[in-house]
Structure formats: structure tokens, C-alpha cells
């Protein structure tokens, strides 16, 4: 917060006790001398600059400090103290009315009342867009003040909208345009060190909720002559300056930079510094900081620069007469290296920049005719040329920062602006020209603006609605605007007129002048004066004496059109794209029918577009004051500072605001207001459309009688209020629509409205804390009820589930035990009837071979027995011999090596339980030789033919699968390939390839051809899984049969594993092509239901099919053969486990292998997955009925091995289980087909006997 002010101060001049120019003076005088720079006067605000930084005005504590203030007063909190005068509270006064609905209008349109006056009850009226106009001579601090409006704007916009990034980057987008504008726009007079140079009217754009959507930037009037001359004591634009002094080593060697000496553009007025204390080289950095932060790129950044350095370099272009007589001009032989740098930055050849400085093509009838111009005509040319160069860059730069920062509104109805004009301000120089003469003429156009809203408007609203007033007289310069836009004699319609003849001059133009205007009261002239083409305006300011030479030339300010011809053949596009529309312009002729637009033309067009605009908005004026012409801190001209402030009208402001009614309601919101401190009034029924009918101004009429005669309602506690009543003014006034109030009795009258309010307020909030308490208790007493019975019932709840859960357990007792007695009892019985059905079927059976034996020899017996009555000598004899040989052979089998069979008592198990074991031999009492291990062979039988060979059988249980492969020769059916991974054989390992099929259950075999692959010797068979109990009977020849080569050269691969998929059930796998090789690899496994499957594995390669390789078929040829392939059908894949070629059993020392047939029911066995390769053996169960353990146990007679805790399983229907999963083992034997084969392996071998063995 800033310091507030001593008692001895006012901050508002209307209050002051005496009201005249002295006593304004001096309290203006004693603020200053304090620091205090900013007065209010009534709706407007003095700021009187220091020439110094005063920081701790503008912290950001300041700043919160009155954001939060509107923040209060938006949100309509009473009692809000006031702020001290300051720039942030005319911006935020224009934010907070910018999208407010406001019911109260004070006395002017921004008047500091209306932050007391709006009332949240009232009737809404609609916003509407603002504007800030910042006013005052030149050096009085107008463009600091608009940069800290600005500030303030960004800031309360964030803080009130809660803007993000994207908002914020907005923001500063928006404040960085002021660098830029002021290094290309500003420059140091004789007044002011950071005069603006230029005109502009900045308009933001914001959303209903405050947030700012961006901004445009309009310029007016660049000066450009600065650029060619500055006065003594004056210096060129900023931006020169800053690049001398802040580029980088490598900036200045590519620029050809020196010091500012060295340059004509800069050294003619002799002041190179800043008297302020800015330092140009860090000027010079904000400046391209301010670039980037509006998205102008490192390459349009040079190119900005190049093009200001080549300015300087063709400002120190001199020119001599050309030799001969021809009249023209040549480049000064000393200005070489000049026109070489200038020529190189502007991207054009020396030639073509040197024939444009010093001649100029003519239209002569339909030639053009090239003109050669002398030394000081080439002068002009090379100055006009720069500042058209200059003034170009400039519109190019704000065109672009509009890019940058431009935004399209939204929704017209509801999106508002604030425009701030910071114009530049009066001047009275030694010298004035035309730039002064437009400066001027803009600042009485504001000033003319000022005088209607604050003197104008105010006083048409009293007689409008028909109230006592006595009419105040203030500064109206009327007479001095129509001196310059009276048509046709005014100064601008006559300076227009002049130059647009071919031969208008400056004389015949100030001649016209002084014929016109001799007698106008704010044009004066001199003889001395017209002899030198000098006149004299009174300003509202003071009176100003211009220089009339040059007005026609600077009005007309156009380049020859090939003066910028050469700037299309630079090689620098940026350059290009910004001279194109300026050559278009000066290259088009006049017409008869259209006149060519002049500078005081444009200005004026431009200056009435912005005044039309503002007259849209509601004005917000500060008025800056210039304390001295020294621009000294801590002075104080008293002469200087009343004259600005008597042409300002600022007393007669301070009268109108001291003497008008500052506050007024509608007669709606008057009665709205106060008809509560008069209870005894009635509000009238309202029947009329009527916004204030005569009845509801007759309610307000009655209201303020009441309230001047004391009867109205006051708070008891409090001493009665006395309505102060001002001298020379009633205290209200009563129009035809509106009703007006000074601010003292409103302040009165409210305060005793918030009083009252108060107590009611009080009364209310103890009846609402009472209910509230009421409501408290009693929903706290029924939470103690709802919690009590809660907790009641849990507890009742929680023993009947304690004592239902008891006699649940007494239940499950007894009907365990009850249950255990029966099952008991049906198991004796169950055991009962399976032994009665067993011996009754084995009887059945022993009489039904019997019969049937019976019943088959009876015709055999019947047929031969003549025969055997015949030969019955003859069979004694040979019966004879035969003894003899069997004798014979006896001896001779005993004393050899023979096969024989292990029976169960020779063989030894002492970690074997005998009440667990179980006893194999169940249809194959015999162990199957098998060649890794060595074991006991087959006996011998008689071939076919009669000669010796060894027969031997194999059995395969109902549904089973015997797995081998014929090719029929010669009528035999001869072993072709083997599949032991298929077969359900115990004895599978004793075929070999080449053995005879000879019979099938003792009869001849006959075999269906079943596979389609064809063998050079026939068709190949295979059989299907067998339908009953079936033996096989072999033979093997007495000499090797040949083997087809190749035949199984796919399962000799050590990986090949081999499928047989049945009929009926489905593959189970389903098949996916391998990235690579392209053929069918297994995807996922869903079943086991066909042999072997137990050792697939996912990703395993299919390649072949019934031995048919596939691996060189496509994709979707290899799934087309296996569709359409009969069953059964062989597949064979590659295994992709890598330690599947490893034996198939590692035997212990001392093992041997044996095998079991289960053909369904329930095993018997327990295995368990052990930390070996392979499950054990842990429990055999031979007692429950039904299972293959129990079978076994039955025949004991029978079998040779017994199955004992702690064997091995090692296969499954010949194949090992080394890398099969045991869960995958376990659901193959659960849901595999039946019957299986089981492999088992024994630690330990059999004690053989040691008689009869060699």
C-alpha cells in the first residue's frame, strides 16, 4: 500500500473548502512535494510526473492491494475503505464497469462513486466497452502511464479469470509490444527524453469473465523527418542508438558498425546519450527479447537490424556534380565504401542503388524518359528514400506484433474491449511544421472530446430531466477545430487543395491562409510574419507560431516511383515482401476522378475513425501534468503547472463535480432502495409499462420528504442522524425518470441502511443459529438411537450365529459318524456281490468253453475216427520215435542257455510294503525284452512252410493301438515301420521291420488298406484301434528282409515326435504358420485325447503326414492335405525342446524296466512329483475293488513283477516322460484314451537263482 496522505492533503480536489485556481495549486503542490503524484478530480485523475522512479508506487503488493479492493466491491461488501488516487484504480474501474450491470450512472460515466453506489438488489443495466484516455504535453509521462495501465490490466485479468499458461503467454505477448514500439517510435526532444513520435490506440479484447483474448495496435502519424534532421539537443529514433551499442562483436563487423560520430543520420543535433539514466545497450536487449517473445525469428531479427544499419550507411551517401555539362550527380568518391555496405545490406548491386540516388524515370507522353538529378536533388532522393525505408520497417513491425498478439472476438454480444489512446501530446517548438500542426490539431480533437463528456453531457442530463441548474461555463475550443476541418476555408481542406496541383507551392498556400483566416479569432498573423511565410494559431494550450515552408512537400511525402524500383530486385525476401505494396503505391498515377490521399488527409481519417470509436465507450481520463520544462525531479512550476491545468478545464471539472449530483437512481431503484427506512410509504400497484410511472415518482417524492423531515427509520442503539444539507444545492432533486442525490446524504443514508441491516442481520442469524441447533440436536438424538439399536441387534445377531454354527457341528458329527456306518456296511456288500458276480462269471466262462469245445470236436471226432482206427499201428510207432527225439532234446535244452520267466518270489524289495504292492499279468505275464537293458526272449515255433524260424505273439487290450505299419508282399503282410510312441503293445519293442504278420487271434490276417502313401512293393496298412481283446502272431525269417531306405527317415531324427489322430475325437492342437519356415507350428494344446500327445509341446514343427514330408508345401496346402486326409493318420513333428534327444531312461545300477496295461477304471497307484526326472511310485492301493491294482492282485498266480513304492514311471505307451510337465502328465493319464501303457523302472535287479543259469 502507498503512504497515506497527511491530513493538510486532499485527494480528491472536489472537496477542497474553497474552490479556485490558488487553492488547487497549492494542494496539487503539497501532494507532489509528499510524493503523491495522483489527484482526483471528481471522475478525472491528475498525474503529475516526477522524473524520477518512484517504485514502491508500483509494487506488486500495490497492485494486489487494488485488485483486491474491486474484487470486494464486485462481490458487494460494505464498508470497503477507500484507496488513494492512482492509475491502478482508474484501470480497474474501467475493468470491473466493463462487465459489470451497473443501476447506478454517477454524475460522469467513471466517476469513483459508482465503486459506493452499486447495489446487489437493484435492477441490472447492460455493460458496455471502455476507454482510457491519457492526455498532456509532450514530457508529461503519457506513455509511462499507459504502459502501467497495461501492467495492471494483464494482472487483474489473470488474477480475477484464473488464466493458465496459454493466457499468460498472451499477456506478455501483449506488454512486450511496448519495447518494440518505443525503440522504432520514440526518441529524445528537447521536452521529453521517451518522446512517442507516433500516435497509437492499443485495444484489448477480453471475455465476459475477464479473461484477455489479446490485443490490436493502430499507429498514427510516424514522424519521419526525424529520421534525415534531428534539432540541437534532440536524437534520432532509439533503435539506432541501441545497435551501436548492444550488438554483439560479430553484429557490428557484419553491419559495419562505428560510433554514432561517424553517421550523419545521428550526428547533426550533437546529443548522443540519454539524459534519463536508460542505458541504450540494455535497451538493446529488451528490445530483441521483446522480438522473440512475439515469435519474430532469429532470421527476421537480422534482417530488422540489417535494414536499420543500412539506413545509416545511406544517410552517409554525399554526392558530387557529374562531370561535363550533363547536370546530373555521381556518388562522392569518399562515399564508396558507404554505398558498397548500404547496396550489400539492402541486397541490391551498387549500380542499380547509385542510378536510383541520382535519377528518375518521367512519364513524357508514352516514353519514359530517365531525368539525371543534381548533387542536391540526389540529396532529397537519398533522404526520401530512407525514410520511406524507415516508415515501412515501422508498419511491417506493428503489423507484425498485431499478428502476434491479434485475436478474433468470440461472441460480439458478450465480448468487450478496453482502448487505451496514449496520442502524442502538445508541442510548441522553436521551430513548428506540419508534424506539429497535425500533433496539435489531434490534441484538440481529445480536447474537444474531454469537454463534451465531462461539461456537455453532464449539464444536457439536468435539463433533459427538468431540474433546477445554473449552466457552468468551461474552456470550449469549438472555434479552434473549425479552423482547421471547415470546408472549404479550412487550414487542412486548403492544405489538401494546395497539394495536390501540379503547381501548388508553399507561398500561394500561406497566402491563402492569410486571406481566409485574417479575421478568425484563433488565427493571428504579423507583417514580419507574412514576410517569411510564418502564422499563428491560439491553441487551447497557448498560442503556436508555424513555419510555412515545406508543408506542401511534407503533405505529399511520396518517393518518385523507381526510387523504390530497386528494392525489387534485393535479394533479401523479407525486404521484397515489405516494399512490394509501398512500390505499388507510389507507382500508381492520379486520375481525374480520384485524388491522390495526402498525409494531412490520412491523419484526418484516421483521427476521426478513432473518435468515433471512442464516442462508442465510456471515457476514463487521466491527465498528466509536466511539473517543469527542465525535466528536473523535485520541482515544482507553479506558472507551467496552472497553465496546463486552466487549458485542461480542470476547475471547471472540480465545479461540476463539486456542484452537480454526482449520484442518480431510476425511480425503480430509488423506491427499491429506501423504501425500508420508511415504512409508513407505500409502494404503489404497479399497472403501467411505463420504467417510471407518475405513481412511482410520487412514491420517491414521498420517501425524500421523509427523509428530509427526520421520520425515517434509525437504529435505536445509535444517536440519530442529522442529514447534512450543502449550501447552494438541495440534497435530492427529482427528474421525470430519474432521481439525483449528492454524495454526502447518500453516504448518510446508506450507512444508516447497513446499520439497520445489521440488526436485522443479527436477529436472523440467532433465529437461524436456534433452528440450526434444534436441527443439530435432534439428528444427533436419532444417530444415538439408530447406533444404539444397530449395536443391539449385532450382539443378538452374533449369539444366534454362535449358536446356530454349535449346532451345526453337532449335526456334522452324527451325520459323519451315521454316514461311516452305512458306507462300511455297503462296502461288505459291494465286496460280496463283486466276489459272487467274478466266480459266477469265471464258472459261465469255464461251461461255455467247455460246450463250445464240446460242440467242435463232435464232427472232427465223428470223421476221423476211421482214420485213426487206420493208422493207429502206425501212430504207436512213430509215437515211439518221437520220444525218443523229445528225449533227446530235452538233455540237449537244459545243458544250453534258454530263454526262462521270472516269477515273483525271486525278486527281492525291501522298501517295498507287501499289504501295498500289487502283482502284474494281467493278460501279458511276460516283461518284454528290451534291447538297452537286455532281457529274456520268445520261444521258437514252426514256420509256414514247415522250416525252423521264431514265432513269438503280441496282445493288444480292447482299444488299443498296436502301431505298426504293413506293406503287403507277395501276400504277406510284412512289418514296414514301427511306432512305438502309438502303440499300446507291451511287446512292441519285440517286432522289427521285416517280420510276418501270420495270423490274427489264430486266424489268417486280413488288413483294410487305411493309409493313401503307396510303397514300391504295394499298398501300406494300418491298423485302426482294436475293437476286442486281439493276439498277433509274428514271424521272423530265417534271412533279413530288405527294408526300403527312407521309409522312416523322419522319426530317425531324435526330435521327431508322432501323433495318431482318431476318427472321432478332434486333433486337439491348433496350428499356426511359422514366421520363418513358413509351415504349420503348434499353437496351443487344448487336449490329449490321441496317442502321443503326451511329448507335444508348443511351437513344435509338423513335417510330415503318414510319412509324407510336408516341409516343402505351403501354408495352406499343408492344412488343406491334413483336412482332407483319412483317419487315422500319422503326424509327425519336430520337437523344439532342446533336451528331447537325450535317452529316453538313464537306468540306475541295478534297474531294470517293466511294464503295466491299464485299460480304464481307476489305477490304484499314487504317484508324486519328485525333484528326479521322473514321478514315483508312493502308495498302491490293491484293495479297492475295480482298479487295475486290484485286477493284478487277483492273477499273482499269473504275473511275474510286482509293483512296488519307489518305482519309476519313465514311459507312457513308449514314450518318456523326462520333459513332459507333471500337471500335463496327470491330465494326459486322467483324460487320455485307454488302454495305456505304463513303463515303470526298478532300483533294484532280481535275485536270480544261481542253478540252472550259465
Not at 430531466?465 to 470550449?476: D, G, L, R
Not at 523479407?574 to 488527409?601: C, M
Not at 463535480?657 to 404503489?684: K, N, W
Request: hydrophobic share 40%; with cysteine.
Amino acid at each position: 500500500m502507498p503512504p497515506k496522505p497527511t491530513s493538510t492533503t486532499v485527494e480528491d480536489l472536489t472537496l477542497l473548502v474553497t474552490l479556485d485556481e490558488v487553492t488547487i495549486l497549492k494542494a496539487l503542490q503539497a501532494r507532489f512535494n509528499q510524493n503523491f503524484i495522483y489527484t482526483s478530480t471528481g471522475a478525472i485523475l491528475l498525474a503529475i510526473n516526477p522524473f524520477r522512479p518512484l517504485d514502491h508506487l508500483y509494487t506488486d503488493a500495490v497492485k494486489d492491494t487494488y485488485i483486491e479492493h474491486g474484487n470486494l466491491v464486485m462481490m458487494g461488501e460494505k464498508n470497503v475503505p477507500k484507496l488513494p488516487p492512482h492509475a491502478y484504480a482508474v484501470a480497474d474501474t474501467a475493468f470491473r464497469d466493463m462487465n459489470r450491470d451497473m443501476w447506478i450512472r454517477p454524475a460522469t460515466p467513471n466517476t469513483s462513486a459508482v465503486l459506493h453506489a452499486a447495489e446487489p438488489e437493484a435492477p441490472p443495466m447492460v455493460s458496455s466497452n471502455q476507454s482510457i484516455l491519457v492526455s498532456g504535453e509532450s514530457g508529461a509521462g503519457k506513455t509511462e502511464t499507459a504502459k502501467i495501465i497495461m501492467q495492471y490490466l494483464g494482472s487483474v485479468s489473470m488474477a480475477t479469470a484464473h488464466e493458465g499458461y496459454a493466457k499468460e503467454h498472451i499477456r506478455n505477448r501483449v506488454l512486450e509490444s511496448n519495447p518494440i514500439l518505443e525503440a522504432f517510435g520514440n526518441a529524445k526532444t528537447m521536452r521529453n527524453n521517451n518522446s512517442s513520435r507516433f500516435g497509437k490506440f492499443i485495444r484489448l479484447g477480453f471475455e465476459p469473465n475477464g479473461s484477455l483474448l489479446g490485443a490490436s495496435i493502430l499507429t498514427y502519424l510516424l514522424e519521419r523527418v526525424r529520421l534525415v534532421s534531428q534539432g540541437p539537443g534532440e536524437r534520432n529514433y532509439h533503435i539506432f542508438y541501441e545497435l551501436l551499442a548492444g550488438a554483439s562483436p560479430e553484429e557490428a563487423a557484419e553491419f559495419s558498425l562505428a560510433s554514432a560520430e561517424t553517421f550523419r543520420y545521428l550526428n547533426q543535433s550533437g546529443c548522443i546519450l540519454r539524459q534519463d539514466g536508460v542505458d541504450d545497450a540494455m535497451s538493446y536487449r529488451d528490445t530483441i527479447h521483446a522480438m522473440t517473445t512475439l515469435g519474430i525469428d532469429r532470421d527476421e531479427q537480422k534482417n530488422v537490424l540489417q535494414l536499420v544499419a543500412s539506413i545509416l550507411h545511406l544517410g552517409n551517401i554525399e554526392f558530387d556534380a557529374a562531370a561535363g555539362d550533363s547536370g546530373g550527380s555521381a556518388v562522392r568518391a569518399t562515399s564508396a565504401s558507404a554505398l558498397a555496405m548500404a547496396s550489400r545490406l539492402l541486397g541490391v548491386d551498387e549500380p542499380t542503388l547509385e542510378r536510383s540516388l541520382t535519377s528518375k524515370a518521367i512519364q513524357a507522353g508514352g516514353d519514359q524518359v530517365t531525368v539525371l538529378l543534381g548533387p542536391d536533388k540526389a540529396v532529397v532522393t537519398r533522404d526520401v528514400i530512407a525514410k520511406t525505408l524507415y516508415a515501412e520497417l515501422f508498419d511491417w513491425l506493428v503489423a507484425r506484433i498485431n499478428k502476434s498478439i491479434e485475436y478474433a472476438p468470440r461472441n460480439a454480444a458478450t465480448d468487450r474491449f478496453i482502448g487505451i489512446v496514449d496520442i502524442f501530446g502538445f508541442e510548441i517548438f522553436a521551430t513548428n511544421s506540419l508534424e506539429q500542426l497535425c500533433i496539435n490539431y489531434a490534441n484538440e480533437k481529445l480536447q474537444q472530446l474531454f469537454a463534451s463528456f465531462v461539461f456537455e453531457k453532464e449539464q444536457e442530463e439536468y435539463v433533459k430531466e427538468a431540474i433546477p441548474w445554473s449552466f457552468v461555463t468551461y474552456p470550449n475550443n469549438d472555434l479552434c477545430v473549425a479552423l482547421f476541418e471547415s470546408r472549404p476555408k479550412g487550414l487542412l481542406p486548403l492544405l489538401d487543395e494546395e497539394s495536390r496541383l501540379p503547381t501548388g507551392n508553399d507561398s500561394h498556400l500561406i497566402q491563402s491562409f492569410y486571406s481566409s483566416f485574417q479575421d478568425h479569432t484563433h488565427f493571428t498573423v504579423s507583417p514580419l510574419q507574412k514576410k517569411i511565410l510564418h502564422f499563428q494559431i491560439v491553441h487551447y494550450a497557448g498560442p503556436v507560431t508555424y513555419v510555412g515552408d515545406g508543408f506542401c512537400d511534407k503533405n505529399k511525402d511520396h518517393a518518385h516511383a523507381d526510387a523504390l524500383g530497386f528494392m525489387a530486385t534485393s535479394t533479401v525476401p523479407l525486404y521484397k515482401a515489405v516494399f512490394d505494396q509501398a512500390r505499388l503505391l507510389a507507382s500508381i498515377t492520379p486520375s481525374s476522378s480520384k485524388q491522390p490521399s495526402t498525409v494531412v488527409h490520412k491523419f484526418k481519417s484516421q483521427l476521426a475513425s478513432l473518435l468515433a470509436l471512442l464516442h462508442t465507450t465510456e471515457p476514463h481520463f487521466i491527465r498528466c501534468v509536466k511539473p517543469n520544462d527542465a525535466m528536473s525531479a523535485n520541482r515544482f512550476d507553479e506558472v507551467r503547472v496552472t497553465e496546463q491545468l486552466r487549458c485542461s478545464g480542470v476547475l471547471e471539472a472540480a465545479k461540476i463535480s463539486r456542484t452537480g449530483y454526482p449520484l442518480r437512481f431510476s425511480h425503480a431503484a430509488f423506491v427499491h432502495s429506501y423504501l425500508c427506512l420508511c415504512p409508513g410509504v407505500r409502494l404503489p400497484p404497479s399497472s403501467s409499462d411505463d420504467p417510471s410511472p407518475p405513481s412511482l415518482r410520487s412514491t420517491a417524492q414521498e420517501i425524500i420528504a421523509a427523509i428530509l423531515a427526520g421520520s425515517f427509520m434509525q437504529p435505536p442503539s445509535e444517536p440519530p442522524v442529522v442529514l447534512v444539507q450543502e449550501e447552494g444545492r438541495a440534497s435530492f432533486q427529482v427528474g421525470l425518470t430519474k432521481v439525483f442525490m449528492v454524495l454526502s446524504v447518500y453516504e448518510q443514508l446508506n450507512a444508516v441502511r447497513e446499520s439497520l441491516f445489521g440488526d436485522s442481520v443479527l436477529d436472523m442469524q440467532r433465529m437461524i443459529r436456534g433452528w440450526l441447533a434444534r436441527v443439530h440436536y435432534r439428528r444427533c438424538r436419532q444417530a444415538i438411537l439408530t447406533i444404539q439399536s444397530t449395536f443391539r441387534m449385532l450382539r443378538i445377531r452374533r449369539a444366534f450365529l454362535q449358536l446356530r454354527h454349535s449346532m451345526l457341528v453337532v449335526q456334522k458329527v452324527v451325520r459323519g459318524h451315521l454316514a461311516r456306518v452305512r458306507v462300511r456296511h455297503l462296502r461288505r456288500h459291494r465286496a460280496a456281490v463283486r466276489i459272487q458276480t467274478v466266480l459266477r462269471i469265471h464258472i459261465a466262462k469255464r461251461i461255455a468253453n467247455h460246450r463250445r469245445v464240446h460242440q467242435a470236436m463232435l464232427p472232427v471226432v465223428s470223421e476221423l475216427t476211421s482214420v485213426l482206427e487206420y493208422s493207429k499201428q502206425f501212430e504207436l510207432t512213430q509215437q515211439f520215435e518221437q520220444q525218443q527225439d523229445y528225449a533227446n532234446s530235452s538233455t540237449n535244452g537244459r545243458s544250453g542257455t534258454g530263454g526262462r520267466t521270472i516269477r515273483l518270489d525271486e525278486f527281492s524289495d525291501d522298501d517295498s510294503d507287501d499289504d501295498d504292492s500289487i502283482v502284474m499279468g494281467d493278460r501279458h505275464a511276460d516283461i518284454a525284452a528290451d534291447s538297452n537293458y537286455g532281457g529274456w526272449g520268445r520261444h521258437r515255433g514252426t514256420s509256414q512252410s514247415g522250416m525252423a524260424a521264431l514265432t513269438y505273439e503280441v496282445a493288444v487290450m480292447q482299444g488299443g493301438q498296436l502301431g505298426v505299419c504293413f506293406e503287403r508282399r507277395d501276400g504277406l503282410y510284412v512289418a514296414h515301420k514301427l511306432h512305438p510312441t502309438l502303440s499300446h503293445c507291451v511287446d512292441i519293442a519285440m517286432i522289427s521291420p521285416g517280420d510276418v504278420l501270420v495270423a490274427m487271434n489264430n486266424q489268417p490276417p486280413l488288413l483294410s488298406s487305411t493309409l493313401e502313401v503307396q510303397s514300391p512293393h504295394g499298398t501300406l496298412h494300418f491298423l485302426p484301434p482294436a475293437t476286442y481283446y486281439t493276439t498277433f502272431r509274428f514271424e521272423k525269417p530265417k534271412s533279413p528282409v530288405a527294408v526300403q531306405a527312407g521309409v522312416s527317415s523322419l522319426t530317425t531324427n531324435a526330435k521327431a515326435v508322432e501323433v495318431l489322430w482318431l476318427a472321432e475325437p478332434s486333433l486337439g492342437v491348433s496350428l499356426r504358420m511359422h514366421p520363418t519356415l513358413r509351415v504349420p507350428q503348434v499353437g496351443q494344446i487344448n487336449h490329449f485325447d490321441n496317442p502321443g500327445m503326451i511329448n507335444l509341446h508348443e511351437g513344435d514343427i509338423l513335417i510330415a503326414l503318414n510319412g509324407v514330408d510336408i516341409r516343402c508345401m505351403e501354408f495352406s496346402m499343408a492344412l488343406a492335405l491334413l483336412k482332407d486326409a483319412a483317419r487315422p493318420l500319422v503326424l509327425t513333428f519336430e520337437s523344439v525342446v532342446d533336451s528331447y534327444a537325450t535317452p529316453a531312461v538313464t537306468l540306475l545300477d541295478g534297474s531294470f524296466l517293466y511294464h503295466v496295461v491299464w485299460d480304464g477304471g481307476q489305477l490304484g497307484l499314487s504317484l508324486s512329483k519328485t525333484t528326479t526326472l521322473y514321478p514315483k511310485v508312493v502308495h498302491v492301493n490293491v484293495d479297492l475293488p475295480g482298479t487295475a491294482m486290484n485286477v493284478m492282485k487277483k492273477r499273482l498266480a499269473m504275473g511275474d513283477v510286482k509293483v512296488s513304492r519307489g518305482d519309476s514311471l519313465v514311459k507312457v505307451n513308449h514314450q518318456s516322460v523326462r520333459e513332459v510337465p507333471y500337471s500335463q502328465l496327470l491330465q494326459q493319464l486322467r483324460d487320455g484314451p485307454k488302454p495305456v501303457i505304463l513303463t515303470f523302472q526298478k532300483r533294484k535287479r532280481p535275485k536270480l537263482p544261481t542253478t540252472g543259469l550259465r
